[in-house]
């Protein structure tokens, strides 16, 4: 008999899996822990409108070691609606670390893929992370297809104290957007989303508690209008309440030069290094959808943005493309901290065909589902 069984998660394994996150950092010369307190499970609902939780258990501590999550949800795909899944949150504790519980935990995945309800699946792997791109890249033990499809980057660009406002553009204003605005915001997504490939499919609910923006306040969303048309939104979605990304200590020389570099962040008007403990404090930059990849009304956009995020004590502002958007050139100049994840469609066979027939639009990924 294995000493691990592989189940489905249930509400009382909440405090358990949170458990497991907090224990399983990502290392780096910062280690960070992405915790979601106080509900695993009610932080999982902007993942996708479906989610499983496949846990691995240790019979004989009687423990849950590991997990992953499958989610489904629907995203235009070559321009139309569908649902995909997405395959996340892969985590097991430093002593079970082994091949067969990995291996288990998939051919699970598989049976739960019979239901048929999604051919294709989105995943991310963190570049340095090299033995999970090996394995879960390597097409034995009945792992699925992981197709290469780029590389999705973030940016952390600090926010400056000492620097507000924006360059006025002839023709372009930018506003919060009102409770009267969400119909024309769930229009502007439609018709603006299918351009991009993988783009949720968004409706009103999806601002509401349990949705796949919840959290993020209608007041929230930047509305940008060239003349008298929507040119371009943007949003800052502050997760804080349900997901937080916590510092568990420095490596190397930032163990000593924290304090240094503290200082001379003050001085700067810039954002310091938390201590291991506490959080950083960020927006992420939801919905970034602009008519034509216009410059100046991204530009405009994101200027908005940090104004926004300087009110709200916000230190970082997140904002994740992939490599091939043309909005991607236009966010390196606002600096920062670039993380580079790879991303791959997964499928097994009976999704071969439907992967073979995506065309060529430009992936998308909303950060703060990630």
């Given amino acids: 008999m294995s000493r691990y069984t592989i189940e489905l998660a249930a509400p009382e394994d909440d405090a358990a899996l949170r458990s497991v996150l907090a224990q399983t950092p990502m290392e780096g010369r910062i280690a960070v822990a992405f915790r979601r307190e106080p509900s695993f499970f009610d932080a999982a609902a902007v993942e996708g409108r479906f989610h499983q939780v496949v846990l691995g258990r240790d019979r004989l501590e009687g423990s849950v070691v590991g997990f992953g999550v499958r989610s ?106 009102t409770g009267d605005d969400l119909p024309a915001i769930i229009d502007f997504l439609h018709a603006q989303g299918p351009k991009r490939q993988f783009f949720p499919e968004y409706g009103t609910d999806d601002f509401c508690r349990g949705g796949l923006l919840q959290g993020l306040d209608i007041g929230d969303v930047l509305m940008c209008h060239r003349g008298s048309a929507l040119a371009g939104i943007l949003a800052g979605w502050d997760q804080q309440s349900f997901r937080q990304t916590i510092v568990c200590g420095y490596r190397g020389a930032l163990r000593w030069t924290r304090p240094v570099i503290n200082a001379w962040a003050g001085l700067a008007g810039r954002p310091g290094l938390p201590a291991p403990g506490n959080g950083f404090r960020s927006l992420t930059a939801a919905l970034p959808l602009i008519v034509d990849n216009d410059p100046e009304v991204f530009v405009s956009l994101m200027c908005a943005l940090l104004d926004q995020a300087r009110s709200r004590a916000a230190d970082y502002v997140l904002i994740g493309l992939h490599e091939s958007d043309p909005l991607w050139p236009l966010a390196r100049p606002f600096g920062g901290t670039c993380y580079t994840t790879n991303l791959f469609v997964v499928c097994w066979e009976d999704g071969e065909a439907e992967f073979r027939r995506l065309d060529r639009k430009v992936p998308y990924l909303e950060l703060g589902s990630l």
Avoid: C, W
């Avoid at 995909?84 to 519980?101: A, E, F, M, T």
């Avoid at 288990?104 to 309800?117: I, K, N, S, T």
């Fill in 72 to 177: 489904i949800s629907e995203r235009f795909v070559n321009g139309n609606a569908q649902p995909v899944g997405y395959l996340s949150g892969l985590r097991i504790l430093p002593p079970h670390r082994n091949g067969g519980l990995l291996m288990r935990g998939y051919r699970f995945f598989h049976e739960l893929h019979r239901d048929a309800r999604a051919r294709l699946y989105l995943t991310t792997i963190a570049e340095g992370n090299r033995t999970a791109l090996d394995i879960l890249t390597s097409g034995r033990g009945g792992l699925p297809a992981y197709h290469p499809a780029g590389r999705y980057r973030t940016l952390a660009i600090p926010v400056r104290r000492d620097r507000a406002g924006r360059e006025v553009v002839k023709d372009i204003t930018v506003r919060p957007a």
